[in-house]
């Protein structure tokens, strides 16, 4: 009889640990967070932006490394929470991806998290100008390496070129969209 309470007990806890298992891999995941403005947005130097985003959960921005021009409010109401982003006087510093994600969750496009990718169109300004003042960028034969070269204009057609063995981008053209 002992050995068939002890039985059911080993056997009642494998089930339980096999459940949690499952229950733990199954757990809730809401929808995915809503935005205002999606895929590509353009605007021009100087101009203001509202991205506005929605969620069943606490939320977050991130944003370019470079951008300062930004502030963020609490909208929250009828049950979702949101958070706007508001992106003022914009420079070409503000050229990059913006991606609202819930808080406590892992960061997953499409899952956990929404993005735009802003582009701030200065005539003067090409470039986005690097986080740092001067970028090193170590290149070891066979390897690929990502030289920093990012466009203030989406239809930028850029080229690397070397002077004095320095690697600088140039502009062979770009077609306005």
Not at 10 to 17: A, K, P, Q
Not at 29 to 34: E, F, N, Y
């Amino acid at each position: 009889m002992m050995k068939q309470a002890v039985s059911v007990l080993l056997l009642l806890g494998i089930i339980l640990e096999i459940t949690g298992v499952a229950a733990i891999q199954l757990r809730f995941m809401p929808d995915p967070p809503t935005l205002t403005t999606y895929g590509t947005h353009r605007m021009n130097k100087s101009d203001n932006l509202d991205l506005t985003c929605r969620g069943r959960q606490r939320l977050l921005w991130s944003t370019p490394p470079t951008s300062t021009r930004l502030s963020t409010s609490d909208c929250s109401g009828s049950g979702l929470f949101c958070l706007t982003l508001t992106i003022t006087n914009a420079t070409v510093n503000e050229t990059g991806q913006y991606q609202c994600y819930y808080k406590d969750l892992k960061v997953e496009d499409g899952k956990t998290a929404a993005g735009v990718y802003v582009f701030v169109h200065d005539s003067k300004v090409p470039f986005v100008p690097s986080e740092k003042e001067y970028e090193v960028v170590f290149i070891r034969e066979g390897e690929r390496v990502v030289i920093p070269c990012r466009g203030s204009v989406e239809n930028l057609n850029v080229t690397l070129n070397t002077v004095r063995r320095i690697l600088f981008c140039f502009i062979l053209s770009y077609r306005k969209s």
